[in-house]
């Protein structure tokens, strides 16, 4: 099967599904929880915005021109505090419309440790899942990103903001957390003009990962490096794929790279 790499499209179910898209072909991931399969990167990097050849990617799957011009790639998507699309001010007016202007949660989830978070109303639980989370909460609802934003901003001086991406590979847990009461603490340190965003509904979400083995000590494959390997799949976890040789490898890294994959 060939293709060009993007991330995996996953399902909220007792155990998440994953399936990558390669071209024509839609994969059912989790099947191949056991099987060999050999990765063969072709050289060929399309951007995932325009289509065209890249020499390199930038934010995960872009060419430089979209990387400057694309909303997609604007710096309030990883910073939601900087998004002014409720001031008008955009790349692309229409795409804010559906994509800033929505209702956003901000939220507590556990993957290597307790974070912070924000993401669109439509993107839960997908974005706790591409995070490797186990469980997950909502503190806050505002009607667009940048409050979100300011709710986030004002709670990194007490959360983690960021994932140790190994140790949340790992399945390394520190201790139990009480999701109920660190939401209230959260919502405790908010500034006044920002407690009417709370979210009244305390349900708390659990995700289980299909991962037969979780790796000891993680290495990462670099497909630049290594363009041809063969391994057998023992799990999936956020958007790695997890090997029973102890390595990984970040599947939305390489959005945009042409690959063969073979199941052997």
């Given at each position: 099967?060939?293709?060009?790499?993007?991330?995996?499209?996953?399902?909220?179910?007792d155990v998440v599904e994953y399936q990558l898209n390669l071209g024509d072909n839609e994969i059912?991931?989790?099947?191949?929880?056991?099987?060999r399969l050999r990765f063969s990167y072709s050289g060929i990097i399309n951007c995932v915005k325009?289509?065209?050849?890249?020499?390199?990617?930038?934010?995960?799957?872009?060419?430089?021109?979209?990387?400057?011009?694309?909303?997609?790639?604007?710096?309030?998507?990883?910073?939601?505090?900087?998004?002014?699309?409720?001031?008008?001010?955009?790349?692309?007016?229409?795409?804010?419309?559906?994509?800033?202007?929505?209702?956003?949660?901000?939220?507590?989830?556990?993957?290597?440790?307790?974070?912070?978070?924000?993401?669109?109303?439509?993107?839960?639980?997908?974005?706790?899942?591409?995070?490797?989370?186990?469980?997950?909460?909502?503190?806050?609802?505002?009607?667009?990103?940048?409050?979100?934003?300011?709710?986030?901003?004002?709670?990194?001086?007490?959360?983690?903001?960021?994932?140790?991406?190994?140790?949340?590979?790992?399945?390394?847990?520190?201790?139990?957390?009480?999701?109920?009461?660190?939401?209230?603490?959260?919502?405790?340190?908010?500034?006044?003009?920002?407690?009417?965003?709370?979210?009244?509904?305390?349900?708390?979400?659990?995700?289980?990962?299909?991962?037969?083995?979780?790796?000891?000590?993680?290495?990462?494959?670099?497909?630049?490096?290594?363009?041809?390997?063969?391994?057998?799949?023992?799990?999936?976890?956020?958007?790695?794929?997890?090997?029973?040789?102890?390595?990984?490898?970040?599947?939305?890294?390489?959005?945009?790279?042409?690959?063969?994959l073979e199941i052997l």
């Amino acid at each position: 099967m060939t293709g060009n790499i993007n991330k995996m499209q996953t399902k909220f179910t007792d155990v998440v599904e994953y399936q990558l898209n390669l071209g024509d072909n839609e994969i059912n991931m989790n099947s191949l929880i056991g099987k060999r399969l050999r990765f063969s990167y072709s050289g060929i990097i399309n951007c995932v915005k325009c289509g065209r050849k890249t020499n390199k990617s930038f934010a995960q799957g872009f060419c430089y021109p979209c990387f400057l011009s694309a909303p997609e790639a604007d710096p309030g998507i990883m910073h939601p505090e900087l998004d002014m699309a409720h001031e008008g001010i955009s790349r692309d007016m229409e795409w804010a419309k559906t994509f800033s202007l929505a209702e956003h949660f901000v939220y507590l989830a556990y993957s290597s440790n307790l974070k912070v978070g924000v993401t669109r109303f439509n993107q839960i639980p997908t974005r706790w899942i591409d995070q490797g989370a186990t469980k997950a909460i909502i503190i806050a609802k505002t009607p667009y990103r940048n409050l979100a934003g300011q709710i986030e901003v004002a709670l990194k001086q007490y959360f983690a903001d960021k994932t140790n991406w190994r140790k949340m590979l790992q399945n390394i847990t520190d201790i139990p957390v009480d999701f109920i009461a660190e939401k209230q603490k959260a919502i405790s340190f908010l500034p006044d003009e920002l407690k009417q965003y709370a979210y009244n509904d305390d349900t708390i979400t659990e995700l289980k990962f299909p991962v037969e083995r979780y790796p000891e000590k993680v290495k990462s494959v670099n497909m630049e490096k290594t363009p041809m390997f063969e391994k057998t799949l023992a799990g999936i976890k956020a958007q790695y794929l997890i090997f029973d040789d102890d390595t990984v490898i970040n599947i939305r890294k390489y959005s945009g790279y042409k690959i063969d994959l073979e199941i052997l």
